[in-house]
């Protein structure tokens, strides 16, 4: 017989589960297509994001300069924009000064070979200062109303917002390469031992600098769809979300050591993050709680597994003892 | 003579040392009022609060774990200090509070690093999280003006000592203390080795788990205790005090020598690193750059510093976040 093994995502889904009742019952609103519309479009960014430093944390690396990459594209856009250039042009741009982002910090630990924590905190505020010497105190408002109104709006006849398309897009790709494709296994192999994989003929260095690289265009997308939903491009926009971004992948059960995590894991992560903080926003919570329970989250993502070993291998050592 | 040269050039934090002087050598000469003493105290004053903090995390990093939650834990000290008076409190019971969440939060983190061995990034994170949101909970909008800060705080802030400012000084004893005991206490000396090589130091019969544990406690401790520099440093706090300082002092560490990698780095040095930071925020000023550079260049320059870090030192390359193994 097949045993059903329990994994922690699925744990994470049965949580997403619990919350939407909870919040069902706690106010009336909650389930309301308005409300969700309006939690898809918060979780947005940070699940966009999510995606590619779900790769990347599995590869055994980590990114703390993404929301000032999504910084620095938003306002690279709104630079661009400013100066006459079509809004168009401007978010392709702007989708490439995230890709350059991430191809820095990816050259920076595996060209040059620094720890990528270090070289992301360096970055993190290279690229957020570099969006204050773009803007100066000037953020850019006048935007054209057509692609702003894609920020607010929602798809027609429906109750999603249109940042659910490049989401969604982005999550099934990301979702295929992670989980059926060669990458997404190369991916997995240089988590668990990137020596190893080396000597099994993987490009580990490659593999890296294309992840980093992932990681800065997808906060580039990040950057676009900010600026559209906030109709304006500062240089003072979503600062921590990296944090946000981070707690989210690790409570989808990717392990911070490398080498484990799933992509539905991560955004059933995600969607829950935004679910709470929705039903704590309805049932008049302060944001702070919201605050304590992103932590409490956190913690439990890393504790409840390694009881679940520590019981596990109690349990064994019993046995062998009989 | 020679020996002493040698053992000069051996030092790790004299390249940052020497870039320092050079900093303030070419600032100095460009901008005549920051060779002041009204231009060297600008700096001491605002190096004191990440110097204390950066001196405090040292002690994590060359065990090859990190502390992000310290920038919770002095702002929320920072407002407890300034709120007791109000909820009718002396001083010293602010201190012994400031001092407790400080050890509690040290403990919490240092608990389930050392004993449940989870990721120390993971858990710091979560309880810089936590930690905030009970902060903002507790400070609920208000925040601490300068007519509510203990008399003693705001002399603190305020006053300085044959010129030089005294939240520095306590920095500075700080990092005499700590910087001692790394290099002559046992057990301090045992953070180097769990951090160089952790299956070696276990079996050299350490008792890891404690060390990291107490590790962590103090840092947590003088973390909490810290909320005084800040609170005598700016004479205000609110929810969002001590925002965003963990990444501000791993940075400085980091150019001051202490490598994430783990196994290196002194008190000294963390120091360093962070007058050199503050230093140079202060001297794009002086030389008229705008100010909406520096935060640029304060990552460019971190960037440079652990470039030249690698460059210098013939280690292998890393293979996790932290660094080489």
Known sequence: ????????????????????????????????????????????????????????????????????????????LGFAFRNGISFEVSIVIGLLVGLICGLINGYLVTIIGLPSLAVTIGTLALYRGLAYALLGNEPVNELPDAWINLGVTNIPNTFL????????????????????????????????????????????????????????????????????????????????????????????????????????????????????????????FSANALLVVSGALLLVSVVVPRAIVIYKGRRKSVVANK | MRSLVQKALRVRELPVFIFLILVAVVTGTANHAFFTLSGLQDVLLGVAVIATLAVAQTLVIVMKHIDLSVGSTIGFTAYVLGASSSWGHGLWWGLGVSLGIGLLVGALNGFMVAYLKLPSLVVTLATLYIVRGIFNEIAAGDSITEDRVPRAINFLGLNTFYGIPLIFIIAFALMLVV????????????????????????????????????????????????????????????????????LNVVAACVVGGVAIAGGIGTAYGAVIGAVLLQTITLALGALGIPQFWQLAINGLLLIAAISLDRYLSSRVKPTSIMGSN
């Open chain 1, 1 to 76: 017989m097949k045993k059903f093994n329990f994994a922690w995502e699925h744990g994470v889904v049965v949580f997403l589960i619990c919350v939407i009742g909870a919040g069902s019952l706690m106010s009336p609103y909650f389930a309301t297509t308005d409300n969700l519309s309006f939690v898809l479009q918060d979780v947005g960014e940070i699940a966009i994001i999510a995606l590619a430093m779900t790769y990347l944390i599995i590869a055994g690396e980590i990114d703390l300069s993404v929301a000032s990459t999504l910084n620095l594209s938003s306002a690279a």
């Open chain 1, 161 to 284: 917002p249109w940042s659910v398309i490049p989401l969604a897009v982005l999550g099934a790709i990301a979702w295929v390469v992670l989980h059926y494709t060669r990458i997404g296994r190369w991916t997995f192999a240089i988590g668990i031992n990137a020596e190893a994989a080396k000597f099994s003929g993987i490009p580990v260095a490659r593999m890296k600098l294309a992840l980093f690289a992932a990681t800065g265009l997808m906060s580039g997308v990040a950057g676009v769809v900010y600026t559209l939903r906030f109709a304006s491009a500062s240089p003072d926009g979503a600062v921590g979300y990296e944090l946000g971004v981070i707690a989210a992948v690790l409570f989808g059960g990717v392990a911070i050591a490398g080498g484990v995590g799933s992509l539905w894991g991560v955004l059933a992560a995600v969607l829950s993050l935004g679910a709470i903080r929705s039903a704590l926003q309805l049932a008049d």
């Open chain 2, 179 to 246: 910087g001692f005991i790394m290099k002559r206490v046992r057990a301090a000396r045992d953070l180097y080795a769990i951090g160089s090589n952790l299956p070696a130091a276990e079996l050299a019969g350490i008792p890891v788990a404690r060390r990291v544990f107490l590790a962590f406690l103090a840092t947590g401790a003088i973390s909490g205790l810290a909320g005084v520099l800040l609170l005598a440093r700016f004479n205000t706090a609110a929810a969002n005090s001590g925002t965003g300082l963990e």
